[in-house]
């Protein structure tokens, strides 16, 4: 029996390092409890594999077990507090989400890019007992909504049209169909303006102004929003609130270059 050698003992604490992070990401984008079966299909991993790694993740709190499915667990929330308690980025835009959310009365957050997602990293929700719902550490899609236009904009052409490659058409909440060709000629309105919009694209009746936070030099760490409902959010308020976004993400932007 030849015994691997320390070269492929390695690659193998690295595949498994990636199928556990890849059961963490699929266990986070489901909806709710699911079985061994279905989530080693979803990752693409066998299922003893599957079973051996999350006994691991269960036995360290990532994963709990309820019925013979699984979902994430609580010890995955330290992580998160530990992120947005050391992260400048997200302290640097707290006051600055609290002020635009008051002035506008919508709710404010802070988008960073994740591969080809999006993630909330900080929001204030909006004083009105109605208003759009964000959570901290919620993830969507890159190609619907302002925040993700300011996103894509930002991204190396070559990365770009490799991430738009599969999307020849996008269908938005409210059935509009946009070709690649059409959202690419967005993207490009996007970088000459300086701000982006989105009516309904995600969600029907929910309007979004998002402009990007960058640091000294141009560079785009990340996308402010803010959003709200078509009833209140009017053409005319919309107008209103975009000069006021775009300052506060050039405060942010300042402010976090300074820590």
Request: with cysteine.
């Amino acid at each position: 029996m030849v015994l691997p050698g320390p070269a492929a003992q390695a690659s193998q604490s690295v595949r498994s390092v990636e199928r556990a992070l890849d059961l963490l990401l699929a266990l986070e984008q489901v909806d709710g409890p699911i079985g061994l079966s279905e989530l080693a299909r979803l990752v693409g991993i066998p299922k003893p594999t599957a079973q051996r790694i999350l006994a691991v993740l269960e036995r360290r709190g990532f994963v709990q077990k309820e019925r013979r499915c699984y979902l994430l667990g609580p010890g995955i929330v330290p992580l998160a507090g530990a992120f947005l308690a050391g992260n400048s980025l997200a302290k640097a835009s707290l006051p600055v989400l609290e002020e635009i959310a008051a002035l506008s009365g919508e709710t404010s957050s802070l988008q960073v890019r994740n591969g080809f997602d999006r993630v909330v990293v900080q929001r204030v929700r909006s004083p009105h007992s109605i208003g759009y719902t964000l959570s901290i550490g919620q993830r969507l899609p890159l190609q619907l909504g302002a925040s993700g236009k300011v996103l894509m904009a930002a991204m190396p052409e070559e990365e770009l049209h490799r991430f738009l490659e599969p999307f020849s058409l996008l269908r938005r909440a409210g059935g509009e169909v946009v070709t690649r060709e059409t959202l690419m000629a967005q993207i490009q309105e996007v970088k000459l303006r300086g701000f982006a919009i989105s009516l309904g694209e995600r969600e029907t009746g929910v309007i979004s102004i998002a402009a990007p936070v960058a640091r000294p030099g141009g560079h785009v760490v990340a996308a402010l929003a803010v959003t709200g409902p078509s009833t209140r959010m009017t053409p005319e308020r919309v107008e209103q609130l975009i000069p006021e976004t775009r300052r506060a993400a050039r405060e942010i932007g300042r402010l976090y270059s300074r820590m």
